[in-house]
């Protein structure tokens, strides 16, 4: 009863005019977002983190939080209709999307995603809310070397997901982890790495940083080639699926949802890895696994239900821990802290109409997302139309006016530039930006939360393996730094993609 009571409450936060319209322009933008290749929901929610800066917090992490989910409605548009995913997690609804598509059958192709995200979007709200105070309530037994432990655990996880070297992995990681530790120190006041510049004190921004790594350094690398986009021409009627793609879907939709869900609270999970998994699952347990590949339904609707899912899940950690399972999450909570709000288990009691506000707005989104979807169709497949070379400069444009808009700050444009650079030549030599932003964003914690337990235990370093949770945790990950070398994990590992947003 305290849930409804709580429910709500938090749709009288939703529903108030402000909050409504950034929702609604948040799964806009969102699947605006997803519809367009090259883009994706990192670089769109890091462009318009200073616009939230001029409201109320409940309002700017709805649209936030719009942008995210609506991005994984948009991106199987372009799946479906051009063979080149919106977004990383639609890489899989191509392979029957497109066949689908040239088969005369966009219109089912596209009308069971849409439903199947928004079926698997519900059930994931409904789970989090339910979940989500359960596990709180154990959360405020965690102790600082619990959570110390557990962020090792999402960092490393991370890590062994990401594509290519483990080694340059954790790298990346260890270097988001120093540059989260720039500016003055929280316990002593002493400044760090900060070569002098009034500007560091504070530390680096996350604004910047994940517009150059992930805006400006996209840009650099889509220009060194040009993307073929053939759109499918042909008239898109007949949107509803038919009774027998429901039939041949169904079981698909429930275990794409299920699996989705589980993956998305995973630290280091997300929708790429639920939706691959899912594609898996579904031509493992499938009669007629050849039809996968030529235009079978199923493998659209299990794949686009469990990164909906997965995007869903992924708020759980985030809201009850204060952990950020993947790099969209870490970004999110950089919203709330730059709106001075802590997510963790009291968030509910400090805070309890952000939490259900959120929500609440998730169910009011889901609707918006799937009218959206199904009548605009055509307006998407205009947009799919729009040239490289009138997007990409226009991106760079809000880039360099969203991040002096932050600050108002000419220092900080300089660090987006310096680490669009960067992020380039990470692309061009291996290097994933993905486990760097996370480990920058986790990093201040992290140390906090070493130092207060070492203080606690006087210094014994014994404290993170003499205390369950912690270490369980701390075995996990040793067991994924080690499980690379056995050579049937090493070449599953490689098979696995990275969710960049």
């Not at 799946?79 to 609804?93: C, D, M």
């Not at 993947?326 to 968030?347: R, S, Y």
Request: aromatic share 8%; proline share 6%.
């Amino acid at each position: 009863m305290d849930i409804l009571n709580s429910l709500w409450a938090g749709f009288e936060v939703a529903l108030r005019a402000p909050n409504l319209a950034a929702c609604f322009f948040g799964v806009f933008v969102g699947t605006l977002i997803g519809v367009l290749p090259g883009i994706g929901p990192v670089t769109a929610m890091a462009l318009l983190m200073p616009v939230t800066l001029s409201v109320a917090p409940e309002t700017g992490i709805i649209m936030m939080a719009g942008i995210y989910y609506g991005s994984m409605y948009g991106g199987s548009t372009a799946s479906i209709l051009v063979n080149i995913p919106g977004e990383a997690a639609s890489v899989v609804t191509c392979l029957d999307g497109h066949q689908m598509a040239r088969q005369g059958r966009a219109g089912p192709a596209l009308g069971m995603a849409a439903l199947a995200s928004f079926i698997a979007g519900t059930f994931a709200i409904v789970a989090m809310m339910l979940v989500a105070p359960t596990l709180a309530q154990w959360a405020i037994a965690f102790g600082p070397a619990e959570y110390f432990s557990l962020m090792v655990l999402g960092l490393t996880l991370l890590s062994f997901l990401t594509q290519g070297s483990l080694a340059k992995a954790l790298l990346m990681a260890c270097l988001g982890v120093v540059l989260g530790l720039i500016g003055t120190d929280v316990i002593n006041g002493n400044q760090r790495l900060t070569f002098g510049r009034l500007e560091l004190l504070d530390g680096v921004s996350i604004v910047p940083v994940v517009m150059g790594l992930f805006g400006v350094a996209e840009i650099l690398a889509n220009l060194e080639h040009t993307l073929r986009r053939e759109v499918v021409h042909a008239r898109i009627g007949g949107l509803w699926p038919s009774l027998a793609d429901w039939a041949a879907s169904r079981w698909a939709i429930a275990r794409g949802t299920l699996l989705g869900f589980f993956v998305g609270t995973l630290p280091g999970g997300g929708a790429v890895i639920a939706s691959f998994a899912s594609y898996a699952l579904e031509k493992k347990l499938s009669k007629t696994p050849e039809r996968f590949g030529n235009g079978a339904i199923e493998g659209v609707a299990g794949p686009e239900a469990a990164n909906n899912s997965a995007a869903g899940g992924a708020f759980i950690p985030l809201l009850t821990l204060g952990i950020p399972p993947n790099v969209i999450m870490a970004l999110l909570l950089g919203a709330f802290v730059v709106h001075g709000i802590q997510p963790g288990p009291l968030l509910m009691v400090n805070k309890p109409d952000v939490f259900w506000g959120v929500i609440a707005s998730m169910y009011i989104g889901n609707v918006m997302l799937l009218v959206l979807n199904m009548p605009l169709i055509g307006m998407w497949v205009q947009v799919l139309k729009v040239p490289y070379r009138v997007l990409f400069p226009l991106i760079l444009l809000f880039c360099i006016v969203g991040v002096f808009a932050a600050n108002a700050a000419v220092f900080d444009v300089f660090v987006m530039m310096l680490f669009g650079v960067l992020g380039y030549l990470f692309r061009k030599f291996g290097y994933e930006p993905a486990p760097l932003v996370l480990a920058f964003v986790l990093g201040p914690m992290l140390e906090n939360n070493l130092r207060k337990a070492l203080i606690l235990s006087q210094g014994s370093f014994a404290t993170f393996v003499e205390r369950p949770i912690s270490a369980a945790c701390l075995a996990l990950a040793l067991a994924a730094l080690a499980a690379p070398l056995l050579p049937a994990l090493g070449r599953r590992r490689k098979a696995v993609a990275l969710e960049r947003g």
